[in-house]
Every structure is written in C-alpha cells, then in structure tokens.
C-alpha cells in the first residue's frame, strides 16, 4: 500500500495529498503495469530538438492525439539513422510520469522508420554524408595496374567468392602472385575486420591492386560494406582497390569509394588481369609488325647504301676538294691583304704616337719648366723692389707726420708735461693736485722732480 510522505494532511478522516505525492503516485502506477512497460507505437516526429547533452525531446503525434517523448543519449547513440522532423517511425519504450511537471512521457528505447527500413536510411544518410566529404569523386580514383605482378584478395576465406576469383585469376594469367587475406564478410564484426585487412594490405605494400568483396546477399548481409570504417580505410588506400560485392542491381557504400566497382567477384578477377591467350595475341601481332618495320627499315638503309655507294663522295672525292680548296686560296689573300692593311695602320699610329711623345719628352718638359720658373723668380724679384720701395716711401712720410705730431718737439720750444710722482697720470689741472704733492715734471732734454707747496687757481685762470 502507498505510504505518502509527512505532507500529507487529514481532512474529515481522509488522506489529502501534495502533488509530488500525487505524480509520485501516478508515476509508480503507470510503471507497475505491464501494458505500458516495453511497448511499441507508431507516430510523426515533432518538434524535434537534439540537445547538446546528447538526448532527444520530441513529439510523437497522429492524425489523433499527440505524446510527449525523449529518448537519452545513451539509447540513441546506437540509432542507424539521424531522427528528422516529420519522419515516421515505430518507437519501443516505456510510459512514466515527469514528476515536476505532472506529464507523463514516452520513454524511447529504440526507435526504425515506420514504412523505410532503417538500414536504408542509414544507407542513405552515410551516402549523402561521404559524398560531401568528397570520398566519391571521379577525380581521386586511380587507374588499375595494367600488368599487375601481385593481387590482393580480401574476402572470406570459403564460399564461391574467393573460389570463383582464384579461379579466374589463375585462368587468365597463370603467372600472377595472389594475396589471400581471410577476413569477416557478415555480421558484428565483419566491418572493422575488412578494414583492419585493407590496412594491413597497405602496411605490406606488397600488392598492386587489391579485391575486397563477397558473394551475393541480403541488405542486412552486405551490410558490412556500407559501413563508415570500411568507406574511411578504402578511401585511405594507397593501393588501387576494386570492390566486388555479389550483386547486380544495388550498390554499396564500398563501391562508391572504390577506384573500380565490379559486379560480381568473377567480374572483379576479369578486370584485374588481362587474359594470357590475349597477351600472347597481342605479343604475336606486335611480333609481325616489328618485323615489317625491321625488314622496311632495312630495305630503306640498303637504298641509301646504294646511293651513297654512287654517290661523287666516293667515285671521286678529290672533285668535292677542289672547290673548298679555291675557296680557303681566297680566304687566305683576303686574310693577308687585311694584316698587311693592318699592320701598316698599327705603324702609322706609332708614328704618330712617337711626335707626340717626343713633343711631350719629360727633358723639354723640364726644360720648359726651368724657364718659366726663372721667369717668374725674376718677376718676383721684380715686385718684391717695387713693393720694398712703396713701402719705404710710405714709412718716412709716416715717420716725418709723427715725428712733427710728437710731443718732444713741442716740448723743445719750452713746454713741459706735468706727471703724478709715479708718472701714472698726466695732471691737466690745478685741481688734481693738492700742496704737499709730489711731481715729475718732463722737459724736452730731462726730468725733474717737483714739490707742490701752494695752488693758484686764480693765476690758473688769468693764463
């Protein structure tokens, strides 16, 4: 019996609940019944949202009614195909209650299209996915070895398959290496043990071409060539790789990213390795043409052997000689004329070369030099007079304004010049001196040392 918690409250003798208490409630009995525990229902996705922590929240809805719905990461991380808006599906899951909100949901579990199976449309969507990637286009495929030395087959190991291809290959070129690499074609593990093969086929790099395939089957038993790992390692072959998968009409991701699709695994050895009747055919038509072209090419050197046998190069040679001969006289009187020609040149410039030389003797030169430089001495001497002379004359003068302009002359007609005792200072005036002063007194002919024992400005001023 359900026990609800202390929220409860008693009204007249009955129970009242909390709602957490009621969707608590409802929630343990929609899960407590087996008629919507791992159910399946069928409806359009709506309002689809893919949120970042991974989960799924949409709307499963018909032309009736609506159910709210999620499906969590965990769960739909192994879905074969990307959930869109308004594609139907069959959903497997359980209904419960969001007790916060007091909804109940739709719990998926797993999830297919309803009317598309979901291995095609995961086919599709990794189709259209490694198409934009680039991994089909026809500008990155390779060419297949033409005479390929070694082939590497990567098939399972029994079946018609790997027998047909033997087969085939042996048939038509008995002398090629085969590479058998055995590995899973069906089931879980099918997938990473194809690409672990193509790996490993690279690694070695003993092979020139490889052939990944297996015989015919159901979608879900080719599968494993639809695969994303095997697209990636084929694409990242450096070998050239063939895919050949036992079907007509369909093809598989694997033969998208192959450089060559073949139809079936017989097909695929045919395309490998060009039949040895055929080679040996073509070697026997490449045998006659070369010998038509050796016995042609033959007949046209005994021709010019003939030729050249009547030719005047050999019946009379000297003949040819004889016109070089007459040219090369030529050439060497032209060659003569021309250096006497030169010669001559060459003495008249020496002529010319020694006048000039002779014109320009270092002896004339000094020579020429010695004269100019007495010339210019004597001009020296010359102007060295005249300057001495002007100089002279310009002295006296100098002397006799100086000597009529100096003071002795004045003083020897009777004047004097009055000095302080240390003949520092002229004195002009009375003023200057006070009684009791000590002077030098300069005459014309001496000097004379004077006392100052009285001042006459008066007398100073009747002079």
């Known amino acids: 019996m359900y026990r609800p918690n202390e929220d409860r409250t008693e009204n007249e003798g009955q ?11 409802i929630k343990r009995k929609l899960e407590g019944e087996p008629q919507f525990q791992d159910i399946w229902i069928r409806g359009e996705i709506s309002n689809f949202t893919h949120h970042s922590s991974g989960h799924m929240y949409f709307t499963l809805k018909d032309a009736d009614s609506r159910l709210k719905s999620i499906m969590f990461a965990s769960y739909n991380s192994r879905l074969p195909f990307m959930p869109r808006e308004g594609t139907r599906v069959l ?60 082939v590497g087959v990567i098939t399972s190991p029994t079946g018609a398959a790997v027998r047909d291809i033997l087969i085939t290959l042996k048939r ?7 590479l058998l690499y055995p590995v899973l074609v069906q089931g879980k593990g099918a997938a ?42 084929v694409y990242a ?17 694997c033969d ?18 060009p039949h040895h009747l055929e080679l040996k055919q073509q070697l026997s038509a490449v045998t006659v043409q070369l010998r038509k072209s050796l016995l ?17 190069a050999l019946t009379n040679p000297w003949r040819l000689l004889q016109q070089p001969a007459e040219r090369s006289d030529r050439l060497r009187e032209q060659l003569l004329y021309r250096m006497k020609g030169i010669a001559a040149s060459a003495h008249q410039t020496k002529l010319r070369l020694d006048r000039r030389l002779e014109v320009r003797s270092p002896r004339e030169q000094a020579s020429l030099a010695r004269s100019r430089s007495a010339a210019a001495h004597k001009q020296l001497v010359q102007a060295m007079g005249a300057l001495q002379r002007t100089k002279s004359r310009e002295w006296q003068s100098a002397v006799r304004q100086l000597d009529a302009l100096s ?19 002229l004195i002009r005036s009375v003023h200057q001196v006070q009684p009791g002063d000590l002077l030098r007194i300069r005459l014309g002919d001496g000097k004379l040392s004077a006392g100052v024992w009285a001042i006459d400005p008066e007398a100073k001023a009747e002079e």
Request: glycine share 8%; hydrophobic share 35%; net charge positive.
């Open 15 to 25: 129970t009242v609940l909390s709602i957490r208490d009621l969707n608590r409630l």
């Open 91 to 150: 959903a497997r899951g359980s209904v419960s209650v969001y007790e916060r909100d007091g909804q109940y949901q739709f719990y998926v579990t797993q999830m297919q299209p309803d009317g598309v199976g979901s291995l095609y449309l995961a086919y599709e969507q990794l189709k259209k996915k490694l198409e934009q990637e680039g991994l089909f286009a026809q500008e990155r495929k390779r060419p297949l070895p033409r005479y390929p030395r070694t």
């Open 172 to 178: 038509r070129s008995p002398s090629v290496n085969i």
């Open 192 to 233: 990473p043990s194809i690409a672990a093969a193509i790996d490993h086929m690279n690694r070695l790099g003993e092979a020139d071409v490889l052939i990944v395939g297996r015989g015919g089957g159901s979608l879900e038993e080719l599968w494993a060539f639809n695969e994303e790992a095997v697209a990636r390692s």
């Open 237 to 253: 072959s450096r070998i050239p790789i063939i895919s050949a998968v036992g079907h007509e009409t369909d093809f598989t991701i």
């Open 256 to 273: 998208f990213v192959a450089d060559l699709r073949a139809a079936t695994p017989t097909a695929a050895a045919e395309l490998t390795v």
């Open 296 to 312: 042609s090419r033959l007949e046209l050197q005994r021709e010019r052997l003939v030729k050249m046998r009547r030719s005047q």
């Open 407 to 425: 003071p002795l002359k004045v003083m020897g007609r009777g004047y004097s010049l009055v000095y302080e005792e240390g003949e520092q200072r």
